[in-house]
């Protein structure tokens, strides 16, 4: 029986360029979606699978994500003096959600350096690897349970995908993979290949699942594109030596790491929020953006 998966690493030090200027002194990560901040949104993805040993791989100018998990003694013994409840609620939750450790990435070497950087921390055990600008919402499982049951099944590790269109193709790691006794088993993975090349329109999404033969691999890698070290090379070896799978995530994802999806993540959502929904609505209809309910 495999051990249960409690490990998860959230790679966060990236500079977030194409947020600029927002992320000069603002981490991506706490951007808000209505009224969380996005890495908000992946740990609690997290702890509802299970995986409640977190560790946040950051770099410089990002305080501002311990500042978020830790607790404020100042800020809520005055909203509970000043009696709201709901707030101080709130605000006391998320600082004790978690037991967070941070790892600080020196420099920006590649997603798959960030990795390795949590490797002493995660030690001989699986683990599940969250990027939190790719926001995932299910009304069932959670895409982080949707993975940790085909690695209960298998003991394997396991990649979270989408069907995306032809024209996003070029954008993503896409991954080639068959059918292998109702499992989809991977072969290989490309990074970002021209549609011609691309050997399906299967993309990684940013949720993961490996084995400890991982770090290995990755310490082995070779700086690629951009001098840095990629995360895909390591998979696609990984894929070679052992049984690496694949699962179409059921739910509603926003590609929240670049403008478009989180202002489209912050509609949808503001439109759902049951505080502030109905009011957003209205606005949008009044201004006539959108159509009034019938």
Known sequence: MNSPLRKIIFPAAGMGTRFLPATKAT????????????????????????????VIVTGRGKRAIEDHFDISSE?????HAAGKDALYQTV?????????AYIRQ??????????????PWVGDACFGVSLADELILSEGKSAMQQLCEVHEQTGASV?????????????????????????LRLHGMIEKPA???????LAMIGR??????????????????GNEIQLTDAMRQLASEEPVYGVVIEGQR????????????????GLQHPQHGETLRAALTEMKLIPPVR
């Open 27 to 54: 981490p991506k990560e706490m951007l808000t979606i209505v009224d969380k901040p996005l890495i908000q949104y992946g740990v609690e993805e997290a702890l509802d699978a299970g995986m409640d040993e977190i």
């Open 75 to 79: 800020l809520e013994a005055n909203l």
């Open 92 to 100: 006391s939750r998320v600082a004790r959600m978690a037991d967070v």
């Open 106 to 119: 020196k420099q920006p070497l590649g997603l798959g350096h960030a990795v390795l950087c949590a490797a």
């Open 159 to 183: 990649i979270g995908l989408a069907h995306v269109p032809d024209n996003e193709v070029s954008r993503y790691g896409i991954v080639d993979a068959q059918d292998e006794n109702g499992l």
């Open 195 to 201: 549609i011609n090349q691309a050997p399906s329109n």
């Open 208 to 225: 993961y699942i490996f084995t400890p033969r991982l770090f290995a691999l990755l310490k082995e890698t070779k700086p690629g594109t």
């Open 254 to 269: 926003f590609d929240a790491g670049n403008p478009c999806g989180f202002l489209l993540a912050n509609v949808i959502l």
